[in-house]
């Protein structure tokens, strides 16, 4: 029902840099909140960062100092900067985005996902 065009991710070695991008289409008439999740291999699905429209950012425990959320919301787009990548930060990126289409019909959206893998 909502296609995010994502972008960025792949394979970077330890200590390198990766970005990541999503867009939402158009349509959307509103954006509460942007999201990115990951799901590493063999566990449960996790809160990387949160941007809300009022300027609100958190970061999971385990990004914090490393990574940096930003975000457009006129332009209906979430960034995601990662640094000091760790192998322990490999696994499925998910952009997630509290949008309406409606002028009251607000609910969570996800984009598809995109690979992180951090290896030497």
């Known amino acids: 029902q909502v296609q995010f065009v994502e972008s960025g991710g792949g394979a970077v070695q330890p200590g390198g840099s990766l970005s990541l991008s999503c867009e939402a289409p158009?349509?959307?008439?509103?954006?509460?909140?942007m999201r990115w999740y990951r799901q590493p291999p063999g566990k449960e699905r996790e809160l990387v960062a949160h941007?809300?429209?009022?300027?609100?950012?958190i970061y999971g425990d385990s990004v914090r100092g490393r990574f940096t959320i930003s975000g457009d919301f006129a332009k209906k787009t979430v960034y995601l900067q990662m640094n000091s990548l760790k192998p322990e930060d490999t696994a499925v990126y998910y952009c997630?985005?509290?949008?309406?289409?409606?002028?009251?019909?607000?609910?969570?959206?996800w984009g598809q996902g995109t690979q992180v893998t951090v290896s030497s």
């Open positions: 997630n985005m509290f949008l309406y289409l409606l002028p009251r019909d607000g609910r969570d959206y």
């Open positions: 158009a349509n959307v008439v509103k954006i509460n909140a």
């Open positions: 941007l809300g429209s009022g300027g609100v950012i």
